[in-house]
Nanobody
Framework: QVALVESGGGLVQAGGSLRLSCAAS????????IAWFHQAPGKEREFAAA????????LYADSVKGRFTISKDNAKNTVYLQMNSLKPEDTAVYYC???????????????WGQGTQVTVSS
């Protein structure tokens, strides 16, 4: 089992920045992928970014390229999502998830955190 705990959400003005953290624990394998998804009220969960736990492979949704950066600290078992130039449409609950596959498809992700709210005011 893998446990994921997100933190770092909050309220920020448009154009501002936030850094989300995803702390992983449990039976964690080096081939795992950690991803960030977001879900706005009334909308489906959408992929934002993913990183392979070992190595440097990353994957980004077009909507966040150039604004969001995913990174990891293996020593701390933590993955980060640095979000810059935030827009009101980025408002959502942000979830981190773990999978053995680098993918933008939520169905491939086996483990999920509880989510952290990000609200961007205009």
């Amino acid at each position: 089992q893998v446990a994921l705990v997100e933190s770092g959400g909050g309220l920020v003005q448009a154009g501002g920045s936030l850094r989300l953290s995803c702390a992983a624990s449990g039976r964690f394998f080096n081939n795992y992928v950690i991803a960030w998804f977001h879900q706005a009220p009334g909308k489906e969960r959408e992929f934002a970014a993913a990183v392979r736990w070992s190595g440097v492979n990353t994957l980004y949704a077009d909507s966040v390229k150039g604004r969001f950066t995913i990174s990891k600290d293996n020593a701390k078992n933590t993955v980060y999502l640095q979000m810059n130039s935030l827009k009101p449409e980025d408002t959502a609950v942000y979830y981190c998830a773990a999978s053995s596959r680098l993918s933008a498809i939520s169905g491939y992700y086996e483990y999920w955190g509880q989510g952290t709210q990000v609200t961007v005011s205009s």
